[in-house]
């Protein structure tokens, strides 16, 4: 089976493979965000898109299956070790497709186990910001598709813009990503700050960023959410995952 080379093409062929053999696979990443975000096709410098992430439920067999039969080749010792949280596969040209199991595990813990059917394509605009605002150590193209999110996708009370409820239900839980989160937003907003007069467009997403923040901070919180807390910095609060190729 032809596999295509532009990624975003490639990524749609695979949801829509998976959707025929009667399995769910959702769109994540840089290539989820500019589906519902076309503004980041005007990012300076461009978004380029080298690997395609997809996020499936339990059930690395049938994930192996559909993967085999569009043309990808398994990396077999790490899907051996890593099966039922992550699966990695390679095009014959070795672009890699990451497939993360019903969560994603990066500095925190992402869980997608009631998000994956929302959306035909994607996970929602909410869980996508999410996924890049949970990266301590943010890349230029994590901050191009946060602004493009932020910039093309309304705050709103439900899954068609940026659903603030799902904000509130993750950062509200656990102080480790509300931390994590407030600081990513805290450090875009100081940034785009200094490039508005070169760029009035940010004018956008600065006042949701903005918004986002006022809003996690008035949420009422858990139990654990204020025990930890109490600790604070002094013990660090994210993971640092290891690059994997």
Not at 26 to 54: C, E, K, M, Q
Not at 89 to 118: A, K, N, Y
Request: aromatic letters at 6%; hydrophobic letters at 45%; one cysteine or more.
């Amino acid at each position: 089976m032809t596999v295509l080379a532009d990624p975003v093409a490639e990524a749609h062929r695979l949801v829509d493979l998976a959707r025929a053999a009667g399995l769910t696979l959702r769109i994540v990443g840089g290539i989820g965000v500019a589906i519902h975000a076309p503004s980041i096709g005007r990012a300076n410098p461009s978004r380029t898109y080298h690997d395609i992430d997809l996020v499936a439920p339990a059930g690395s067999a049938a994930v192996a299956r559909c993967m085999s039969a569009a043309g990808y080749l398994p990396a077999q010792r790490f899907n051996a070790l890593n099966g039922s949280e992550r699966l990695l596969f390679h095009d014959p040209s070795g672009r890699r497709v990451d497939v993360f199991i019903e969560r994603i595990t990066m500095c925190h813990v992402l869980d997608l186990r009631d998000r994956l059917t929302i959306h035909p394509w994607t996970l929602p605009p909410a869980d996508l910001l999410l996924s890049k605002l949970q990266i301590v150590e943010m890349t230029e193209r994590d901050a191009q598709d946060v602004q493009a999110l932020l910039t093309d996708r309304n705050l709103s009370n439900d899954d068609d813009g940026i659903d603030r409820r799902r904000l509130r239900a993750v950062c509200a839980a656990d102080w480790g990503w509300w931390r994590t989160v407030d600081g990513s937003l805290a450090m875009l907003i100081e940034r785009w700050r200094a490039e508005t007069a070169a760029n009035e467009t940010l004018a956008i997403p600065i006042a949701r960023a903005v918004a986002i923040r006022t809003d996690l901070a008035a949420a009422p919180t858990s139990l654990a959410w204020r025990l930890r807390a109490r600790i604070g910095e002094r013990m660090r609060w994210y993971e640092l995952p290891e690059e994997v190729r």
